[in-house]
Every structure is written in structure tokens, then in C-alpha cells.
């Protein structure tokens, strides 16, 4: 099984930018498919981005797209997510999971992956 560790969060300005890193350790890290959720305070986990096994297909909730990009080094078994122009409404935890599958029809679904992380706190401040 995967087990993954989420680093490269802080406390940023509005309009700043963060990068994310997700170091996952067993041997099947490059057959999975890789996602980055959120949850804000008093919120429910959300879907934020995901990439297949090997980096050719990518996923992203609206309220991200064009200004985060998920990428991956599967010979470093990491997984980044680039967040760009951050707005305060980004602020939450952040968590790394690992899928089930090399790719899946519906990155959205939660029970799609099996490994989380303990999550980074990303803060933007206005």
C-alpha cells in the first residue's frame, strides 16, 4: 500500500503563490493516479485536482482551474500541486491521496482512493 506525505504549505499574501509537494513511498506510487483535496473550516472535503499514472491526463474543480497546476515525478515518487494568484477562499488543509487505480472516470469520488495524508495548512491572507 502507498502510504503519502504532504508538505510545502504556510501562510502567503493574496496573490502569492505556494507549491505543494506529496512524497509517497511503496512500489506501486507511479501505477496510481494522484489527487489533492481540501477542507476549509466548517466545510466538507473537496476535490481539488488530480493526474493520472503517468502525468498525461489531468483534473481540476472549477474554482482552481487556470490557476493551479498538478504534476508528477514518478522517478522521485512526487506529486506537486502549483497554486498560483491564491485568494483567501483557498485557505484549508490540504491532503494528498492516492488512488486505487492508474486513472479513474470520476477523481471526485473520495472512495476512490485508499491512502491520505495528515494534510498542510495552506493560509492566504487578504
Known amino acids: 500500500q502507498v502510504q503519502v506525505v504532504e508538505s510545502g504549505g504556510g501562510l502567503v499574501q493574496a496573490g502569492g503563490s505556494l507549491r505543494l509537494s506529496c512524497t509517497g513511498s511503496?512500489?506501486?506510487?507511479?501505477?496510481?493516479?494522484m489527487g489533492w483535496f481540501r477542507q476549509a473550516p466548517g466545510e466538507e472535503r473537496e476535490f481539488v485536482a488530480a493526474?493520472?499514472?503517468?502525468?498525461?491526463?489531468?483534473s481540476y474543480v472549477a474554482s482552481v482551474r487556470g490557476r493551479f497546476t498538478i504534476s508528477r515525478d514518478n522517478a522521485k515518487n512526487t506529486v506537486y500541486l502549483q497554486m498560483n494568484s491564491l485568494k483567501p477562499e483557498d485557505t484549508a488543509v490540504y491532503y494528498c491521496?492516492?488512488?486505487?487505480?492508474?486513472?479513474?472516470?470520476?477523481?471526485?469520488?473520495?472512495?476512490?482512493?485508499?491512502?491520505w495524508g495528515q494534510g498542510t495548512q495552506v493560509t492566504v491572507s487578504s
Open positions: 491521496a492516492a488512488a486505487r487505480w492508474g486513472y479513474s472516470s470520476d477523481y471526485k469520488q473520495e472512495k476512490n482512493y485508499d491512502s
Open positions: 511503496g512500489r506501486t506510487f507511479s501505477n496510481r493516479a
Open positions: 493526474i493520472n499514472w503517468n502525468g498525461g491526463s489531468t
